[in-house]
């Protein structure tokens, strides 16, 4: 079969264990066996978040359930903060669901500041705060524990997080942090064919959302609705089966590498990653705000990108052009979920093979 690496920022590499586990004949999603299985999925989720909280399970991708967080939680008004295409997103959304917001921006390559975020709550307009984790778009990894400090002093504001290329990457510190909503995708770090998202919830964060107009939240995306099923080890609606046999084998697999492993290897991939690319691209994230999970790159040296990709995809390695604003001026690599240092230094001697055939046949 002609499989292509996925190098990409999501959807990664999967591997066939997970691939075989999620290929099983469906049973009904009222049986004791799917409540089984849904509650250990949660309980192992649960322990990748560092939570004791309410865990969803949402079969959509994770844009669903930014829409879900503003729909079922803004009140008052949001502050939307943003570094980059999908922290922008959640301020479109909100404004396209006819919730008040304002969005407070950081150039594309910075980081969120939490004295940004502190000069916003102080003028008291806002009840919910949203923040991307890691910002797949420039490969900026926001300063989350600062960041949730700063929240955790206005006691009427929620906080959520979109932490889609982050989750079962970097470590998320659920109830330490004091957050109130995360969520994730689970074609990004998870390693799973796409399709499926998780979402972490505080108590505070759904006794808010009962006090929403159901008209404002809707049937799909009513986090209590959710909340409800989910504690009885159901989903309101018919789940993707397949992802939750999928999430138990991934579950299964951190629980023995260990998360402080898993959270290491990570580490260890974007350093080695960083190392590579930081002269011959140069870094496009601000210095101390790196990724560890997608490593996103400037073109100093006006390098054809776009060739290299298509290069690179003959030879069977698929990376990432830029995203949005970005596209043609950086691309991206994606380091996260079941890839290896070892898998990762192939890719590289591919690119680096790529990059000296590119420069001869300049020179020529
Ligand atoms: C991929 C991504 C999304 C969108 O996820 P979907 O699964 O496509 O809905 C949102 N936010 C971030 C940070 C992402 O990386």
Known sequence: MNRKKLFIPGPTHVLDDTLQAMAQYPMGHRSQAYKDLHLKVVAGIQKVLFTEQTILLSTSSATGLMEAAVRNLVHKRAANFTCGAFSERWAEITDLCGLPQDTFQVDWGLANRPE?????????????????????????????????????????????????????????????????????????????????????????????????????????????????????????????????????????????ETLETRFQRHREMAQRTRDWGVDRFGLFAERGYESDTVTCFSNRQGIDLSKMIQLADREGFIVSGGYGDLKGKTFRIGHMGEHTLAGLEELLGVLDAILAKMKGAHSK
Request: glycine share 8%.
């Open 116 to 256: 940004q975020i502190q000069a916003a709550l102080e003028t008291g307009r806002y009840d919910v705060v949203t923040v991307v984790h890691n910002e797949t778009s420039t490969g900026v990894a926001n300063p989350m524990a600062e960041i949730a400090a700063v929240v955790s002093t206005f006691p009427d504001v929620l906080l959520c997080v979109d932490a889609v290329s982050g989750m079962a990457g970097l470590p998320f510190y659920f109830d330490e942090w004091g957050v109130d909503v995360v969520f994730a995708s689970v074609q990004k770090a998870w390693a799973l064919p796409p399709g499926f998202s998780v979402m972490a919830i505080s108590d505070k964060a759904l006794a808010r959302a009962e006090q929403t107009p159901t008209a404002q939240k809707g049937f799909y995306f009513d986090l209590n609705r959710l909340a409800k099923s989910g504690a009885k080890g159901q989903t309101p609606i018919t789940p993707s089966i397949p992802h939750l046999y999928g999430l138990e084998s991934q579950l299964e697999r951190m629980a023995a």
